[in-house]
């Protein structure tokens, strides 16, 4: 039997940039009120070989980000530091392994109808510059590709959301071990998902 929709779960993890600016409650603050609930949450250094294993847990993540941000780079009038993808995402990739073993970082499993989705609307774009006001992104952080090219690091974005259930449910296993994701019941669920509204009164 296929799963009802609100049991969609997806991987969020506190960049160390997150955790260095206080900014743990407030992040987890804005899926929680969104009624997702929480099944999964460790505190880790994660190791170079952890970071890279998340960001190719998809075969074809070097090539589309690649292409992507080649894409990126000529859309904004610039000329790409090379036009090969898999030599752009190799210095994303060193850079993004940098940033984030840097320091602890918060990894949790969000579960709740459409997570995948909501979380990723309720974080914002990648690039914080241009992420919508109202989103923790454009509403915490200054970063931009222009700085981050500047300097050779990772663009600071606070949160890593999965980018599609396929993803979550790659990235999920990655992370946590199946005994520590937690099945249990919030009160408050009955009036996000109960089919009748009966009790109240
Ligand atoms: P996410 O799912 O929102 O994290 O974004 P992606 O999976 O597309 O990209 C992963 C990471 O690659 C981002 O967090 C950035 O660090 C980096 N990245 C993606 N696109 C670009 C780009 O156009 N320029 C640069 N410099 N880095 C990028
Ligand atoms: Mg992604």
């Given at each position: 039997?296929?799963?009802?929709p609100?049991k969609?779960?997806?991987l969020v ?5 997150g ?7 407030e992040?987890?603050g ?8 929480l ?5 880790t250094v994660?190791?170079a070989e952890?970071?890279e294993?998340?960001y ?5 993540w ?12 000529k ?5 790409p530091?090379s ?5 752009i995402?190799?210095?994303i990739?060193?850079n993004?392994k940098?940033y ?11 579960e ?24 923790i992104r ?14 050779d690091r990772?663009?600071?974005?606070l ?16 992370w946590?071990?199946?005994?520590e994701?937690?099945d249990?019941k919030?009160?408050?669920?009955d009036?996000i998902?109960?089919?009748?509204l009966?009790g109240i009164?």
């Amino acid at each position: 039997m296929k799963e009802h929709p609100k049991k969609e779960r997806t991987l969020v993890i506190i960049k160390p940039d997150g955790i260095q600016r206080a900014l743990i409650g407030e992040i987890m603050g804005r899926y929680e009120r969104l009624g997702l609930k929480l099944v999964g949450l460790k505190m880790t250094v994660p190791s170079a070989e952890q970071v890279e294993g998340h960001y190719t847990l998809d075969p074809e993540w070097r090539r589309v980000t690649g292409e992507k941000t080649i894409n990126n780079y000529k859309s904004r009038g610039l000329t790409p530091p090379s036009e090969d993808p898999l030599e752009i995402t190799a210095k994303i990739l060193k850079n993004l392994k940098k940033y984030l073993t840097a320091g602890p970082v918060i990894c949790m499993v969000w579960e709740g109808a459409h997570a995948v989705e909501l979380v990723r609307k309720v974080t914002g774009g990648t690039e914080p510059r241009g992420a919508a006001v109202g989103t923790i992104r454009g509403d915490f952080v200054v970063d931009s590709y222009i700085m981050s090219d500047a300097d050779d690091r990772a663009v600071r974005n606070l949160i890593h959301g999965s980018g599609s259930i396929e993803e979550a449910n790659m990235e999920i296993p990655h992370w946590f071990k199946k005994d520590e994701l937690i099945d249990y019941k919030v009160t408050h669920e009955d009036i996000i998902y109960a089919k009748e509204l009966e009790g109240i009164l």
